[in-house]
């Protein structure tokens, strides 16, 4: 029988090629091994393990050029390593997602319609990913009683008021296993800043810099209620007090601000979810890493003289909540 034309090519000489300091050649190995990737006709364990191995080593070594060619090259790539996928994401680089034919889309959802069928992990992951952006599939997904409450967390925006309830109690009960790096320390305040001007494509970036976001995270929601909804998860995440979130529901967008039920709503969900959970939520809704890029030290996602004043000059704005919004939960 010949030899599969998946079979993974021995790399450990490239690696160990890559590693000599006299020779930069890790962007000419990375676009090569790109390459032999994508034009793969067939993709067994091995060869996916061994570009996972070397491209998710070697792109936070490459030059922004390298980075972005691979990251175009990988777009629309079926099998794609999530290892792969993430390193380029804490690059500001989304890959495009698979590409599936229109039979293929329709099979899923018959797939996914039928009851009788048991849902495997690796289709269960490929129906997810295309129902984060396919209401009709999200919600045919959400409500088979076979798929557990937390494997369901990236449809989470998806989800009625009950759904979201079993989904955040079963993030909720893993989420503080993981360590939660602490957000930039002017993040809070420069948020506090954007949103008393009025700017919100400065907010929104900010916000997603400080977090390490896609750089289209806002895109992820399926309609705008569910925006301030994603919104919030991230404000969160960011470790915004309470007083602060407020402020930025009553000052941020005059349709929010002029709805108190809304905001309690908002405030409700900023309240009920640690900043764990937030933070874990995200990464099942955006399938991206949250708060890595913003755990490090030297990341400045701000520009301008605001970003240095102090967070204790943005609790100083903070206004007094409506009485409504001081009841407990």
Known sequence: MPASVSAAPDLSGLIELSRDPA???????LRVQTDMFVAAPNRDRA?????????????PTVDDATATIVADKLGGCPDLPDAVRAALAARGLDVAPPRPPQDQAEADRELAE????????????????????????ARILLARPDIPAA?????WLHADADGRRAIGEAVEAT???RPCPHAPRALASALVQLSHARDVNGFVTALGEGLGLPQDYLTAAPDPASRYDLLTLALRAADLSEGEAVFVF???NDTVARSVDRVFSLVTL???????????????ILGAPVLERGAQAEHRPFHGPEAAKSRSAATAVRPALPSRLRRTS
């Not at 060869?47 to 792109?59: D, T």
């Open 23 to 29: 020779l930069d050649l890790k962007p000419v190995i």
């Open 47 to 59: 060869m996916i393990h061994a570009f996972e191995s070397l491209a998710a080593g070697l792109i």
């Open 114 to 137: 039928n009851p009788g069928v048991l849902i495997g992990t690796r289709v269960l992951e490929r129906l997810l990913a295309r129902a984060r952006r396919d209401a009709d599939l």
């Open 151 to 155: 494997d369901l967390a990236p449809l």
């Open 175 to 177: 989420a503080a296993l």
């Open 250 to 252: 009553l000052t941020l």
């Open 270 to 284: 900023f309240r009920e979810t640690s900043r764990a959970g937030a933070r874990d939520l995200l990464v099942a």
